[in-house]
């Protein structure tokens, strides 16, 4: 996983190391908290959309 290139959102400021952090692999996406970077899930552009857009719209109620 070193050869991926990660980046975090525009809106962290940098100081702390509690970030989202996203990487492009070649079979799809790859996410992880900075603090634990060797805990690294795996998943693909759409489900990542529809997660993003469920986030956006606060519709996660049913995940109770």
């Known amino acids: 996983m070193s050869d ?3 980046q975090k959102s525009s809106f962290s400021d940098g100081a702390g190391p509690n970030c989202v952090e996203l990487a492009s692999a070649p079979d799809g996406i790859r996410i992880r908290e900075s603090d ?3 805990a690294v899930i795996h998943t693909n552009p759409a ?3 529809s997660f993003i857009r ?3 719209a606060a519709n996660l109620d049913h995940l109770h």
Do not use: C, D, H
Request: proline letters at 8%; aromatic letters at 8%.
């Open 4 to 6: 991926l290139t990660w």
């Open 36 to 38: 634990e970077p060797e």
């Open 47 to 49: 489900t990542l959309r």
């Open 54 to 56: 469920a986030v956006k």
